[in-house]
């Protein structure tokens, strides 16, 4: 389980450092594929806020990564099982306030860790 627990946690934080590399530097470019249905001027327009948002996904992802180098087992499942929550909760608001789909992105991999660690 530990093993399973952790693999998933890298998971969840490539993919965080993939948000972050695609709302930082790809929102005018590769996030027009990924995000169908919204005008070019609305990317071009939403640079700044994608970037902020970006960045919070790196903090995400960082806090992750982290947890790989804390020695204490008991402080290493403590700071995975709060990014991984702050991740879980942002991808249940995400899923409710704009598009389904992030629930199953976002969310369910890392209630899937939670679920592992705990475990």
């Known amino acids: 389980m530990e093993i399973a ?3 998933l946690i890298g998971f969840v934080a490539l993919l965080h450092l993939y948000f972050l590399w695609l709302e930082m530097f790809a929102w005018t470019t590769r996030a027009k594929k990924v995000f169908r ?3 070019d001027d609305f990317f071009e327009q939403s640079k700044t806020l994608a970037a902020n948002q970006g960045l919070y996904n790196g ?4 806090g992750l990564i982290w947890s790989f180098f804390i020695n204490d087992p008991v402080w290493q499942a403590n700071i995975a099982l709060f990014f991984l929550s702050c991740v879980a909760i942002a991808g249940i608001f995400g899923a409710v306030t704009a598009n389904k789909r992030i629930f199953f ?6 209630i899937l860790a ?6």
């Open 5 to 7: 627990a952790q693999v």
């Open 37 to 39: 249905g919204f005008s």
């Open 59 to 62: 903090f995400l992802a960082a």
């Open 105 to 110: 992105v976002q969310a369910l991999p890392a």
């Open 114 to 119: 939670i679920a592992l660690l705990l475990l």
